[in-house]
């Protein structure tokens, strides 16, 4: 599942990943919290926790994961992953250039770190600001 973080800045959506996570966990609490920043006119800064209460990803919400590159990419500030788990870490940092985004991991006692990191405008153009 993914548990809300009460405890990030105002401008970072941040969850924690416990146990398994699902692709209804996406559609339920993911998905709608960016459509809001979105609609709003807001960009998404994301930060995502994964300690040792992580158990993995089914299929479906990897799906669902790959899913959120078609938000629009100018709606994209920064993604920080926060996590000990090296598996984790290595996937994601093989598939960082398919995120629309500024994205940094952190260890999970750089946590406090990782928060500042994310409510930070990006410090490099996105994709749609870079010059063809």
């Known amino acids: 599942m993914l548990a809300t973080l009460p405890d990030a800045p105002a401008n970072v ?18 998905d709608p919290a960016i459509d809001r920043v979105i609609a709003d006119g807001g960009t998404v800064n994301l ?3 994964f300690g040792d209460d ?20 100018s709606s994209w500030g920064r993604i920080a ?9 290595e996937i994601i ?3 960082a ?6 994205l940094q991991i952190f260890r999970t006692s750089a946590k406090d770190k990782a928060m500042t990191w994310a409510s930070r405008a990006p410090e490099r153009p996105t994709r749609t600001d870079a010059a063809p």
Request: aromatic residues 14%; hydrophobic residues 50%.
């Open 81 to 89: 992953l926060i996590t000990d788990h090296t598996a984790v870490a």
């Open 13 to 30: 959506l941040a969850f924690r990943a416990v146990g398994s996570v699902h692709a209804d966990d996406y559609r339920t609490v993911l």
């Open 47 to 49: 930060a995502l926790v």
């Open 54 to 73: 992580f158990d993995g990803y089914s299929f479906g919400a990897l799906w669902q994961d790959a899913r959120l590159e078609s938000k629009p990419a």
């Open 97 to 102: 250039f398919l995120f629309p985004c500024e």
């Open 93 to 95: 940092h093989a598939i």
